[in-house]
């Protein structure tokens, strides 16, 4: 049987009575070693336990007040996507730990458990094809592990095997990060190896190669562009030595291995091409298991348990907005940006907002068409008016609310406690196929030919015309200073496919693009003249909307009663981009030293 260079954990653990060092904890096992590692359902059981980690793939989605996946841009700060409370840490407010942080003791002990895993499954008595499954498991679990802290962190520990009380990471300096994405990438060779493809089988809720691909293509992307954008900007956050290179080009063959997959198997591709509300369609299923776009996914179900709250909150404004900056993102049916396409009916109303624009606008954001359904009852309801009068929790931000992820069919959810059951998507093809387009553009090799089955293959599906590399129509209103034409609707389409999916602050941090999307910036809403005499309106709406905040231009300007955002956003580019250490920590070891900044 095959033995690892990399990983080890525990199944659980106490802290120490030495002290509250991040990984300096004895483990605790529940079951006997000796007894327990004799067979492949050994190893099956003990995985069973990565998919329920809500730090590894979230789970747990039964908290109120939250959009789940659909609002994770607006609680993180995006400049797509608003919470009704401006965010924190993207106005310079964090402050400096003592302790916690994201780097306590059990904030490291998902690493633990999985590494203990790794220790021990030689010791297993079974065929190394009955075992590799569970193997590439733990790499692939290991690898999200380390991705999470290294988008928090920068630089981290790499312990690949059960730290105990004389092991020498205790008291050793962070890992710089392109040598930690070094060794996720081995670890995710080694998974890509080990898992079997799904090819045309059915679905078994486990991953698979195509995700392990998929995962390994988004984190490579990440680090390779975190490195080359930093470097340009000269940042504080820049790795010395290396502009990201090597990264973006593994991004473009994982992404490319994922592509001829489903050119050779037919899975993964493109569900709902051409279908009417097919965009939308994709968000809002309660099962995923015949659908050949989405690579991972859970499901939920109120027989065992397991359900959301978000449909209480997609139903309305939800505490959030979607903001002009990504409203204005979306071209128009001629394929050309609004500042220049004659087909641009402006943005008086939400009904002539979409009017011959990009078909995901109409199935992103509710408009009062009488076609845009919040729950299929009888009678159905349909959407008429932002909830400006709502309380603060269900209340519209910026006018422009979220249609996207939400599930109408579930109105028996909203009877029943507010408990609904549309599967949680974590992986789907839409953005390998975006991956493979920008790490191909940003390595100079792109052709119309990578275009056409990435950017123009989710065009496509809607009925946009594609992008022709040798004739792409400037906007002056493009988002990034010096980059070429095919980066900037690269991203652009990025910003439209995958809008209010949780991806966009990482992408302005990679891109170190703070400066130019947040930083003395304030996010705007809808015209707010359009519901000032809304036919039938209650006195509370009219209420509301006279009681709103607009800029000169009238705009909805959600943060401008707020005086500590009065020249927008105060990001400190010099500290923000990255979370800091404890001061505890580095008191228990000098060597961790602390980021930028802090």
Known sequence: MKKYILTVITLTAILTACNDNFLERAPLVSISDANYWKTANDLKIYANNFYNQDGLLPR???????????????????DTQIHVDYNRRMNGENTLPASG??????????????????????????????????????????????????????????????????????????????????????????????????????????VTKEAALALQARIALYEGTWERYHAKKNTAFKVSGSDGTRFIQKAADAAGALIALGEANGYPALDNIGDENGYWLLFNQFDYSNHKEVLLWRKYSLAEGLYTRWGSYTSNGGARGITKSLIDAYLCTDGKPIAVSPLYKGDADLKTLVTDRDPRLNQTIYVDDGKH??????????????????????????????????????????????TYTAGYIYFRYAETLLIYAEAKAELGTATQSDIDKTVNALRARVGMPGLNINDITTDPNWEFAGLSPLLQEIRRERKVELACEGMRVDDVFRWAAADELIAGKRPLGAVKQQWDNYPEASALFIEAVSKLSVNADGYIDPYQPYSALSNGFNFNLNRDYLSPIPTTEIVLNPNLAQNPGW
């Open 60 to 78: 747990s989605q039964g908290a109120w007040f939250s959009q789940g996946p659909f609002g994770a841009d607006a609680d993180n700060g995006s």
């Open 373 to 418: 359904l919040i729950w299929d009852r009888t009678p159905p309801s349909v959407f008429t008016t932002p909830t400006f009068e709502s309380t603060s929790e269900s209340r519209s931000v910026t006018g422009y609310q979220n249609w996207k992820g939400h599930n109408p069919y579930d109105y028996a959810g909203s009877l029943n406690g507010g």
């Open 101 to 206: 942080g994201g780097w306590s003791s059990d904030d490291w002990t998902l690493l633990r458990n999985i590494n203990y895993f790794m220790d021990h499954y030689s010791t297993v008595n079974d065929t190394w094809d009955n075992v590799k499954q569970y193997v590439a498991e733990a790499l692939f679990f290991r690898s999200i592990f380390y991705y999470n802290k290294l988008r928090s962190f920068g630089d981290v520990p790499w312990a690949s095997s059960t730290v105990t009380m004389d092991s020498e990471q205790l008291f050793s300096s962070r890992m710089p990060r392109n040598q930690v994405v070094d060794s996720i990438m081995h670890d995710l060779d080694l998974a890509v190896e080990y898992f079997p493809a799904r090819g045309s089988g059915s679905w078994t809720g486990r």
